[in-house]
């Protein structure tokens, strides 16, 4: 799937110069040839997540909201880590 996703990151620079309908033809070439099921299995979720006019917050699960719900209650009480503290952590 890295593969995938890199070649799709490294072709969106081309995407800018190329007509919208030159794009949906392109993309449906490279669908058509696309063996990975863990990509097409992420490209139909996100089919199905456009199609649906639904606010995704209505997906969640009362544990997920929840855990958003403290993790902006901590953002708000300023209990946060800069990222670069972090990565330093990580050896990132």
């Known amino acids: 799937m890295q593969t995938v996703t890199f070649r799709i990151i490294h072709n969106f620079v081309n995407l800018k110069n190329m007509g919208h309908e030159a794009v949906k033809l392109e993309l449906i070439e490279w669908l058509t040839k ?53 990565k330093l952590k990580y050896g990132l």
């Open 34 to 86: 696309l063996e990975d099921k863990e990509t097409i299995d992420y490209l139909k979720i996100v089919k199905d997540s456009n199609v649906s006019h639904n606010d995704w917050w209505h997906d969640l699960t009362d544990e997920q909201k929840s855990g958003i719900e403290r993790g902006l209650e901590d953002v708000d009480a300023g209990r946060v880590t800069p990222h670069d503290i972090v």
